[in-house]
């Protein structure tokens, strides 16, 4: 059953803690995403990887960090100098590198809430 | 820079009535235009998409959209509303190598 999963489905952090999220692709995508949805704003873009051992800042990366050893792991970390972490982290990927408007496929996303 | 507005940040209609969700887009050149849907508290799901083949595009569960360029306008429509619809709709533009750019989406609501 090919997919993304990411995990935890929820999260709860206390200031000042560093916290990773996961995402997992079984789909033999070489492009994964990290998107940060806040109510109301639409998906805002964190880190990108079009390839193993590589990525990308997006228009948010302030306060988090990811990796990118495994064709089919890209795990996020938020740190504690993200200011305000609490929202609902969906985690992407596709096919083909280089170019976006290929169709990007959603796993269930995590929930952060920092207490 | 691409851009993108989703006119409505909520529309609601009656089940069995048609849906119209509206969107603009701004590019700087062929754009690709995608419209997402998302149910509460679950990821998104693609509905449909426009590279620059047939200007009318048809999406799963009856969605479809039209690309007119003329209008900057890439509206999302089906002719009967279902309960099942009631979830939030984003509109999503691509300029080929660049990031996807979502608009800030629109909650529909399907009243019995």
């Known amino acids: 059953d090919g997919g993304i999963t990411q995990s935890p489905k929820y999260l709860f952090r206390k200031e000042g803690q560093n916290v990773t999220l996961s995402c997992e692709q079984n789909?033999?995508?070489?492009?994964m995403y990290w998107y940060r949805q806040d109510p109301g704003q639409g998906l805002r873009l964190i880190y990108y990887?079009?390839?193993?051992?590589?990525?990308q800042k997006g228009d948010i990366a302030e306060g988090y960090s990811v990796s990118r050893e495994k064709k089919e792991s890209f795990p996020l970390t938020v740190t504690s100098a993200q200011k305000n972490p609490t929202a609902f982290y969906l985690c992407?990927?596709?096919?083909?590198?280089?170019?976006?408007?290929?169709?990007?496929?959603f796993g269930p996303g995590t929930r952060l809430t920092v207490l | 820079a691409q851009s993108v507005t989703q006119l409505d940040s909520h529309v609601s209609v009656s089940e069995g009535t048609p849906v119209l969700l509206r969107c603009n887009y701004s590019?700087?050149?062929?754009?690709?235009l995608f419209w997402y849907v998302q149910h509460p508290n679950k990821g998104l799901q693609l509905l449909l998409k426009?590279?620059?083949?047939?200007?009318l595009v048809k999406g799963i569960n009856g969605f479809e959209a039209e690309f007119k360029k003329s209008e900057t306008s890439f509206h999302l429509t089906k002719p009967s509303a279902h309960m099942s619809d009631a979830a939030e709709y984003f509109c999503v533009v691509s300029e080929g190598n660049t990031p996807l750019v979502f608009g800030k989406g629109t909650r529909l609501s399907v009243i019995a």
């Open positions: 426009y590279t620059s083949a047939a200007t």
């Open positions: 590019s700087s050149y062929s754009p690709s």
């Open positions: 990887s079009q390839i193993v051992n590589d990525f």
């Open positions: 992407a990927s596709s096919s083909q590198t280089g170019y976006f408007n290929n169709e990007q496929f």
């Open positions: 789909l033999n995508h070489d492009a």
